[in-house]
């Protein structure tokens, strides 16, 4: 018997003919190309793809309300995506670690969100999205 396919956007809980939002951090255009790609695919929806810390900060302190979910970088460009998963925590907003670090690694790093490895499969993203979104409470 075959594992049954990840869930995708479509067959999660929401209102009809919306998607997930996401938020994709990600500095590396290939592998954030890739993602959005994955994402749409699945039937999400990416609201934002800054490729810096200081633009996540300010698209999370001023469209907060857009975001369901959010995929983010462990390491934009040299900074620790620390302050954005602070602020994602604060918000309430479900997030998944995306690293090219082992697991344990980003666990010594002190961080505690679900997290999937680079390289990873479009199955494999959709699955751990799927399962943090499934997750999330929906709004009234």
Known sequence: MTDPAPASARDLAKAPGSAWRVLVV????????????????GGFAVVGAPTDLKS??????????????????VDLGGHSCRPLVAAMEKLRIPYLLVTAHSEDTVRDMGYTGPV????????????????????????A
């Open 26 to 41: 990600e500095d590396d255009v290939l592998i954030r190309t890739d993602i959005e790609g994955t994402l749409d695919d």
């Open 56 to 73: 996540a900060m300010t698209f999370v302190e001023t469209r907060s309300r857009l975001i369901d979910c959010a995929l983010i970088d």
């Open 116 to 139: 999937v490895e680079k390289p990873f499969t479009a199955r494999e993203l959709s699955a751990c999205l799927s399962n943090l979104v499934s997750r999330k409470p929906q709004e």
